[in-house]
Nanobody, 125 residues
Framework: QVQLVESGGGWVQAGGSLRLSCAAS????????MGWFRQAPGKEREFVGA????????LYADSVKGRFTISRDNAKNTMYLQMISLKPEDTAVYFC??????????????????WGQGTQVTVSS
């Protein structure tokens, strides 16, 4: 089992920045590729980005490419989502997720095995 806890959400004006963290405990953090998803009210959960176990490869949704950056620190058992140039449409609950696969970048929520509880990000115009 892997337990995931997100933090760093909050309120920010459009154009601002936030950095989310996802702290993992339980099984070896480096044994998992990870992902970020988000869900706005009334909408389905949406893929944001993913990172393999080493951090050497990432994948992003087109809607965040160039604005969001995923990284991880395996020594700290933590994954990050740096968000810049935030837009009101980025407002959502952001979730981190882990898969038991190490080297595959997954864009489908159903492929992930473990989830955090989410952290709210609100971007005002």
């Amino acid at each position: 089992q892997v337990q995931l806890v997100e933090s760093g959400g909050g309120w920010v004006q459009a154009g601002g920045s936030l950095r989310l963290s996802c702290a993992a405990s339980g099984r070896t953090f480096s044994g998992h590729a990870m992902g970020w998803f988000r869900q706005a009210p009334g909408k389905e959960r949406e893929f944001v980005g993913a990172i393999i176990w080493s951090g050497g490869s990432t994948l992003y949704a087109d809607s965040v490419k160039g604005r969001f950056t995923i990284s991880r620190d395996n020594a700290k058992n933590t994954m990050y989502l740096q968000m810049i140039s935030l837009k009101p449409e980025d407002t959502a609950v952001y979730f981190c997720a882990a898969t038991n696969k190490r080297t595959i970048l997954l864009g489908s929520a159903g492929k992930y095995d473990y989830w955090g509880q989410g952290t709210q990000v609100t971007v005002s115009s």
